[in-house]
């Protein structure tokens, strides 16, 4: 299982959950939402109330995220280090990640 401190990201935004993901969908045009418990990036589980809006923009995918004891942030993780944890699971024959559902990518 891996952590989102293993990932090279940017925090766009600090607020609620209700704000980052407002944040998301007033900014970004490529949006696609996402249930409670899916799987973002490896080992990285979306948390929220649905639908979760996660978005790309110029080479980065940017969702909300929420770290029980942090709160919630709008993050900024650079594609390269998405497709790495992808490739990953590929390697291990887990399920289909993100690239698999999103229509835009």
Not at 32 to 54: S, T
Not at 95 to 104: A, D, V
Request: hydrophobic fraction near 35%; include cysteine.
């Amino acid at each position: 299982m891996s952590c989102i401190d293993n990932y090279n990201h940017e925090i766009l935004l600090k607020g609620s959950f209700k704000e980052c993901s407002d944040y998301i969908k007033k900014n970004y045009k490529n949006i696609r939402e996402f249930n409670p418990g899916d799987e973002i990036l490896e080992g990285v589980m979306l948390i929220g109330l649905p639908p979760i809006p996660v978005a790309y923009d110029d080479d980065f995918v940017i969702f909300p995220f929420t770290k029980p004891c942090y709160g919630s942030h709008v993050l900024r993780v650079p594609l390269n280090q998405y497709m790495k944890s992808q490739e990953k699971v590929k390697e291990t024959g887990e399920k289909k990640g993100i690239l698999s559902k999103l229509k835009f990518w």
